[in-house]
Structures are given as structure tokens and as C-alpha cells.
């Protein structure tokens, strides 16, 4: 098995751009699970999916930020625009049935926004 | 303060002893689970401990959870350079998505 797969794995931009980051989750997963990771706010769960549904979204810190699971296989995370706080290390973690199993973490997406 | 708080911040210790991070969190639990990261990757899952549990093992690794304190810890005993990375516990409160620490930074000195 591949693992999580995310891309790209490094993304710089200018402010004001629209980024999409891509995440194919393991196949048979149900659930699937977007997180940003800086140091001065750790790790933060942003969205989560169960069955291609969001369930929790209440992390997602503005309009700016879109995320969609329109299949089993594939799930992106839009920002539109993009500012340069929104810098920060991207994970997509899946899993099978929500927090109840462990997460698997795919190599993480590095947005940097200038 | 969050839900899962890794105490201490920061361990720094020599090659083969062991480690013991510490870890709090405020509401009831069904399991909690450990996870490593080494600097530029993604989180790797250690151990789940399920709310009825006290001790499990793994390897080197052991897990204790008292409920009653709501507290876990995770021993990793004879440590080597390779262990050196941050770790997070992580709990599920029944909300299906895991809350995270803010993590426990090792260095473990050749």
C-alpha cells in the first residue's frame, strides 16, 4: 500500500493566489482528515470527512478555506486567496472509522505564502 | 489550555536510557494514542490505549492511562538516536476526530 499521498508536496505563492492541495487517502478508509501544523499553533484539525461527508468543519478558520471529498479516492483543500499567515505544513490523515483507529498521515503539503 | 496536553515541552537524554513523557487531557475519553513525527514528515501512530485499559506494551514502548487522573504516560526504555523526534498524544472524546497535544520534542545524544 502507497500510504496517504499528498501533493504537492511543497507550494510556494504569492498572496492573493488561489492554492489547492490534493490528497488520495488508503484505499478502504472511511474517514478523512485535514490538518495544519505550525509552531505557534501545533497541530489543528480543519475539516474531517466520514463516507466522502463532512461532519466537522468547525476548524476551518475562514470563507477563504474550501475543502472537498467528492469520491472515496480524493479530497482537496482550497485556499482563495491565499495570505501569508495562512503559511504552515498541511497534513491529510485517513482512517478506518473515525478516531475509534489509528490515523495515517501522508508526508504533509509545505505552503509557504509571500 | 487544550485537550491533551504532552508535559514536558522539551526531553533531552543520552543513548540507552529511558523516556518518559507525560500526557493531560479534561474530558472522558473512549482511547488515546501516541504518535511520533521526525522533523519534516508526517505523524507515524505508536500505540492506541483504549479507555478500559491501563498498561500496554509495544516493543520498547509502554503506555499507562489513569482515567481517574485523566493522564497517560509513554515510556520508551533503552532509547537510541533514532527515537529522537517530537511525540503527540492524541485522544478521542467520541467526536470520531482526534484531538492532538502540542507534542514533546526528544533528543536523544548518541
Known amino acids: 500500500d502507497a500510504g496517504v499521498i499528498q501533493s504537492p508536496r511543497h507550494e510556494v505563492t504569492e498572496m492573493g493566489q488561489e492554492v489547492t492541495l490534493r490528497c488520495k487517502p488508503i484505499?478502504?478508509?472511511?474517514?478523512l482528515f485535514w490538518y495544519r501544523q505550525t509552531m505557534m499553533r501545533g497541530l489543528e484539525l480543519l475539516i474531517y470527512f466520514n463516507n466522502n461527508v463532512p461532519i466537522d468543519d468547525s476548524g476551518m478558520p475562514e470563507d477563504r478555506f474550501s475543502a472537498k471529498m467528492p469520491n472515496a479516492s480524493f479530497s482537496t483543500l482550497k485556499i482563495q486567496p491565499s495570505e501569508p499567515r495562512d503559511s504552515a505544513v498541511y497534513f491529510c490523515?485517513?482512517?478506518?472509522?473515525?478516531?475509534?483507529?489509528?490515523?495515517?498521515f501522508g508526508p504533509g503539503t509545505r505552503l509557504t505564502v509571500l | 489550555s487544550q485537550q491533551g496536553e504532552e508535559d514536558p515541552q522539551a526531553l533531552s537524554i543520552q543513548e540507552g536510557e529511558n523516556a518518559t513523557m507525560n500526557c493531560s487531557y479534561k474530558t472522558s475519553i473512549n482511547n488515546l494514542q501516541w504518535y511520533r513525527q521526525n522533523s519534516g514528515r508526517g505523524l507515524v501512530h505508536l500505540i492506541l490505549?483504549?479507555?478500559?485499559?491501563r498498561e500496554k506494551h509495544s516493543g520498547r514502548l509502554r503506555v499507562t492511562l489513569d482515567t481517574s487522573k485523566k493522564s497517560s504516560s509513554l515510556l520508551i526504555t533503552a532509547s537510541r538516536a533514532a527515537d529522537t523526534a517530537s511525540y503527540f498524544c492524541?485522544?478521542?472524546?467520541?467526536?470520531?476526530?482526534?484531538?492532538f497535544g502540542s507534542g514533546t520534542r526528544l533528543q536523544v545524544q548518541p
Open positions: 492524541a485522544t478521542d472524546t467520541g467526536r470520531r476526530a482526534l484531538t
Open positions: 484505499s478502504g478508509h472511511n474517514s
Open positions: 490505549i483504549r479507555s478500559n485499559e
Open positions: 490523515a485517513s482512517s478506518f472509522r473515525g478516531g475509534i483507529n489509528e490515523q495515517f
